[in-house]
């Protein structure tokens, strides 16, 4: 298990990032001082894409669910420290979950509701779960026969809803076991160091990437959204990011925690859907992708219909931000939003209205250090360290409009991947600073960082990551390609998209249906399918006879701008 050092411990505890509780003490205590007050709310589409009708927790009842399906875990053989993969949509089930998981000591490992075999083989071998747990009903999915397969002789199958089967424990109408969760309280003693998460990133070796975050890494992230949101306490938050990463754990749930609030959850993501449950709800805050911000300032007849006067502020990113949409909601609207750059290892780069009241520079820049008053504090202080160090090497970069790798450290970012010893020694430099793999550079004499680039390889599909190494591979199994090699391609609405460069075989016809559809039999989820083909002779590659992607997607933007 990867846990912090005694002097980071002890460091981070003195200052107030960190403290004693776990995040099943803190909700809680929120549950005794507030039981009345309104939780969660289901998405008012519940039954079209999942099952039931949608719910309405008080903490009261929240809290009764959260042990009910605490003593049901336990009542499994689910300890302290085994592995839970949830594969779940938005529901309160699944935040319930978290916290049950939570209050007993055991590790939740949440996937996208688009995972198939392809991805879940490959998670459930490097975690070796205890427990799969799944929806019996899911829109366009069947996870319970796709995941039962996969499962050793060591793990147990959970289902929430209706209609389970008779090889799986059905959790939702498994009985309160108040005797047993309190034996097991007396007598287990959980650390707020203890892993309570291993969320998944895609490297561009092809091979996801376990992340590991306690419950203090959690604590100490979440005054980087609620301090910077104006949050106050018992505000409504609507939250349309799946529960499996850090822009819903760390932005949302965090904040959530932090002010007793009530959390509004969405899902899949409807614009229409989202914009009713802004005026029916009433949210202080909420994320939103920047194209649908885009679409949303654009369309006059849309917004004149939606009343968005509750919001305080939105929060974007996973893409950059248009500084004439940031402008238009603050001049139009009176209302800031929010520039977010985080990932699930633990950065935390944001510009909020209070730091970086000028939107155009809200859009594209993030204060060169963020001061916030930690979650057991009371004086502001930095929550991440951070320098710039050329990419081949070197000192750290201290001039303005020079391009450097950032690297981080803090009491937000975590400790090391899972069970991966050189991914992890790769990801550190031999002083202890995270090797982000991002681009930026130092701007207005210092006040500021802007991000330039990658010196990763990944796409950011919509939000979603997706590592070209890994579709190569799998593409490399194609009868009717020679060479293979998928890139990122600028896209207005997704951030980037997945362009696919082909050398077909002699004699072989590739389009882009046939190497999808063949994509497809290997069970690779839809949202890493490429989406645009560009025909090559040869691909360019090094003196070490590597593909050069940023050569390739030169290549293929040129094609493009040679079609218009």
Known sequence: ?????????????????????????????????????????????????????????????????????????????????????????????????????????????????????????????????????????????????????????????????????????????????????????????????????ICWTSGTTGVPKGVPRSHNHWVGIAPGTYSTARLCDGDVMLNPFPLINMASIGGITMSWLRIAGTMVL????????????????????????????????????????????????????????????????????????????????????????????????????????????????????????????PPEGGDAIEKNDKPGELQIRGPAVFEGYWNAPDETSFAFTEDGWFKTGDLFQIEHDGRFLRFVGRCKDLIIRGGMNVSPEEIDQLLGGHPDLAEACVFALPDAVMGERIGLAAVPREGREVTLAKVTDYLLGQDLAKFKLPEKLFHFTVLPRNVTNKVMRSEVRDQALAMLEGEG
């Open 266 to 389: 969405h899902h899949p993501f409807d614009p229409q859907i989202y914009l009713g449950q802004i005026a029916t709800e009433r949210p202080q805050f909420t994320i939103a992708p920047p194209a649908i911000l885009n679409m949303l300032l654009q369309n006059n007849a849309l917004l004149e219909q939606v009343d968005l006067s509750s919001l305080r502020t939105i929060g974007s990113g996973s893409a950059p931000l248009a500084p004439t949409m940031v402008k238009g909601f603050q001049d139009r609207l009176e209302l800031p939003i929010i520039n977010i750059f985080g990932s699930n290892e633990g950065m935390t780069l944001i510009t909020g209205p209070d730091d970086v009241p000028d939107p155009v520079e809200r859009a594209s820049y993030f204060p060169n250090g963020l001061d916030l008053v930690p979650y057991f504090g009371e004086e502001q202080m930095r929550i991440m360290e951070s320098r710039l160090v």
């Open 1 to 197: 298990m990867i846990v912090a050092g005694e002097a980071k411990r002890k460091l981070y505890r003195e200052q107030g990032w960190w403290g004693d509780a776990t995040l099943a003490d803190l909700f809680f205590a929120n549950a005794e001082k507030h039981p009345a007050r309104l939780a969660l709310v289901d998405p008012p589409n519940r039954a079209e894409f999942a099952f039931g009708e949608p719910a309405r927790l008080t903490y009261a009842d929240m809290a009764a669910e959260v042990d009910r399906l605490a003593g049901a875990l336990l009542a499994a053989g689910i300890e302290k420290d085994d592995i839970i993969v949830i594969q779940l949509p938005n529901i309160t089930e699944f935040v319930c979950l978290y916290f049950a998981a939570a209050a007993i000591g055991a590790i939740v490992s949440p996937v996208a509701v688009q995972y198939r075999s392809h991805e879940l083989s490959t998670i459930f071998g490097m975690v070796e779960p205890k427990a799969f747990i799944c929806a019996t009903q899911m829109h366009h999915a069947d996870h319970l026969n796709v995941a039962r397969p996969l499962l050793g002789d060591g793990t147990k199958l959970m289902t929430v809803g209706p209609g389970g089967s008779a090889d799986a424990i059905d959790l939702t109408n498994e009985p309160a076991r108040p005797d047993l969760l309190a034996a097991h309280r007396a007598c287990t003693r959980i650390n707020a160091d203890d892993v309570f998460t």
